[in-house]
């Protein structure tokens, strides 16, 4: 097998588990296979020196963009707090463009998307990044086709991928790609972690990040309907309760959350939900009820739906230590 060359990114403030998550991945392909050398790793620094993470852990590049580099296979860009100082580096930007002239696949991990947009690449290209920064990212490249539910994108040898471990996952796809769905999985057993990691970015952000303004008759009623989830909402009922049409408040609700009032209500059950879940013991009938669903059915439809996993999954995954010592009275038993 030809020897795979990556070049990584490093620039001040990169988030350090973006090199260190992917490095660790491919080290352990070569590994697992028994291959050495199987990937070259060379980082590339934006300067001469040690660079400081956000983390504030230094690491010493391989070489720097200014330096004569080897024609990388793949390219990664790391996120972190330093990349919106980074992408205002014009002659980094005209680097990285350079290298996806030549390399097979060149990637950005997290909010390291921003320094492809900035270089031009996500024009007409579907891209991801971390929920947090997915609208900025929009809004700020509106000819990219951002998802932000995604976990990682490929899009015409460009890849991007949600925050932080997703770098992992991106690894995990890239090893696949070259050496095979057994050997990938072998790394993920490694380093326990899924292959594939079922659903996408809402399990872990808040769904309801779309508040009314402040005092306005659309964040009366999301107090309303967060605090009545049991009724059986229509948009005609909720527009009588705000005494308008209900062209009118999906209009407001368009206008002031960039969603409808059934979408908003939808999110606020599930968000609801996903609460008891973390927090309590009560079954799925009861939370069901609770929450406005239903029946269980229609919990679990709308958890796959909007989250691609079922309340039993989520709760399995997200079920909070805090409820644990609750219901132990002891903090949980450490593993020997």
């Given at each position: 097998?030809?020897?795979?060359t990556v070049?990584?990114?490093?620039?001040?403030g990169?988030?350090?588990?973006?090199?260190?998550?992917?490095?660790?991945?491919?080290?352990?392909?070569?590994?697992?296979?028994?291959?050495?050398?199987?990937?070259?790793?060379?980082?590339?620094?934006?300067?001469?020196?040690?660079?400081?993470?956000?983390?504030?852990?230094?690491?010493?590049?391989?070489?720097t963009?200014f330096?004569?580099?080897?024609?990388?296979?793949?390219?990664l860009?790391?996120?972190?707090?330093?990349?919106?100082?980074?992408?205002?580096?014009?002659?980094?930007?005209?680097?990285?463009?350079?290298?996806?002239?030549?390399?097979?696949?060149?990637?950005?991990?997290?909010?390291?998307?921003?320094?492809?947009g900035?270089?031009g690449?996500?024009?007409?290209?579907t891209?991801?990044?971390?929920?947090?920064?997915?609208?900025n990212?929009?809004?700020?490249?509106?000819?990219?086709?951002?998802?932000?539910?995604?976990?990682?994108?490929?899009?015409?040898?460009?890849?991007?991928?949600?925050?932080?471990?997703?770098?992992?996952?991106?690894?995990?796809a890239?090893?696949?790609?070259?050496?095979?769905?057994?050997?990938?999985?072998?790394?993920?057993?490694?380093?326990?972690?899924?292959?594939?990691?079922?659903?996408?970015q809402?399990?872990?952000s808040?769904?309801?990040?779309?508040?009314?303004t402040?005092?306005?008759?659309?964040?009366?009623?999301?107090?309303?309907?967060?605090?009545?989830?049991?009724?059986?909402?229509?948009?005609?009922?909720?527009?009588?309760?705000?005494?308008?049409s209900?062209?009118?408040?999906s209009?407001?609700?368009?206008?002031?959350?960039?969603?409808?009032?059934?979408?908003f209500?939808?999110?606020?059950?599930?968000?609801?939900?996903?609460r008891?879940?973390e927090?309590?013991?009560?079954?799925?009938?009861?939370?069901?009820?609770?929450?406005?669903?239903?029946?269980?059915?229609?919990?679990?439809?709308?958890?796959?739906?909007r989250?691609?996993?079922?309340?039993l999954?989520?709760?399995?995954?997200?079920?909070?230590?805090?409820?644990?010592?609750?219901?132990?009275?002891?903090?949980?038993?450490?593993?020997?």
């Amino acid at each position: 097998m030809t020897k795979i060359t990556v070049g990584i990114l490093l620039f001040p403030g990169f988030q350090l588990l973006d090199v260190a998550g992917p490095r660790d991945a491919f080290a352990e392909a070569e590994a697992l296979s028994r291959r050495v050398h199987q990937y070259g790793i060379m980082t590339v620094g934006t300067t001469r020196g040690s660079i400081t993470s956000s983390s504030g852990m230094t690491v010493v590049p391989d070489r720097t963009i200014f330096d004569p580099c080897p024609d990388f296979d793949t390219v990664l860009i790391p996120g972190g707090v330093g990349i919106f100082d980074a992408m205002q580096d014009v002659g980094l930007c005209e680097w990285v463009v350079a290298r996806s002239r030549t390399c097979r696949r060149l990637a950005a991990i997290c909010n390291g998307a921003f320094l492809l947009g900035a270089a031009g690449l996500l024009d007409g290209r579907t891209a991801t990044t971390h929920w947090i920064d997915a609208g900025n990212l929009a809004r700020q490249f509106p000819r990219a086709i951002v998802e932000p539910d995604r976990i990682y994108v490929k899009d015409k040898g460009i890849y991007t991928t949600a925050g932080v471990t997703a770098g992992i996952d991106l690894s995990l796809a890239l090893i696949e790609e070259d050496c095979g769905r057994v050997l990938a999985l072998d790394v993920a057993k490694y380093l326990i972690v899924y292959l594939r990691r079922a659903g996408g970015q809402s399990q872990f952000s808040p769904l309801l990040d779309v508040q009314g303004t402040a005092n306005s008759e659309v964040e009366r009623l999301q107090h309303y309907l967060q605090e009545n989830l049991r009724q059986q909402h229509t948009l005609d009922s909720i527009a009588k309760q705000a005494h308008m049409s209900a062209r009118n408040l999906s209009r407001l609700f368009a206008r002031d959350c960039g969603i409808s009032p059934m979408a908003f209500l939808n999110d606020a059950r599930i968000d609801a939900a996903r609460r008891m879940l973390e927090e309590t013991d009560c079954s799925m009938k009861e939370i069901a009820a609770k929450c406005g669903f239903d029946s269980p059915t229609g919990l679990r439809r709308a958890f796959q739906r909007r989250l691609e996993l079922t309340p039993l999954e989520y709760k399995h995954r997200f079920r909070s230590l805090h409820s644990e010592k609750q219901k132990t009275g002891t903090s949980p038993r450490k593993p020997e």
